[in-house]
């Protein structure tokens, strides 16, 4: 009898340690979710069948990025500047044309409009 509860109490103790550890280890190593935000994208000229779109809110955008980063690695040449995003693998390349965004879902971009404030 004596020897069932100590067997239930060490189980107990066991069990707590496994799930503080785990909630502790969860919480310590987060990898993800880092937030990557480009301001003042400029959109360009959109276009839909060859015509401009006229009535946008405004000419750029924010793009805030959801992905997992520990480290940003940045190459600069003549052709603009890339962005690898480690260890994700995503890239963000920046040039005269504009920003390419590869190795992302689209439910890891969000675009906001830049609206000026209006007096």
Known sequence: ??????????????VFILLTMTV????GCKVGGTDIRLEGVSLG???MEGKPVEGLPSEKVNLLLDVSTQEISI?????GTVLTLSPSGATLEINSSGVSIRGLK??????EWVVPEQD
């Open 1 to 14: 009898m004596k020897n069932d509860k100590n067997m239930k109490r060490i189980i107990g103790i066991i």
């Open 24 to 27: 502790a280890f969860t919480i």
């Open 45 to 47: 000229t959109v276009m």
């Open 75 to 79: 190459a600069s040449g003549a052709d």
């Open 106 to 111: 689209p439910e890891q971009i969000k675009v």
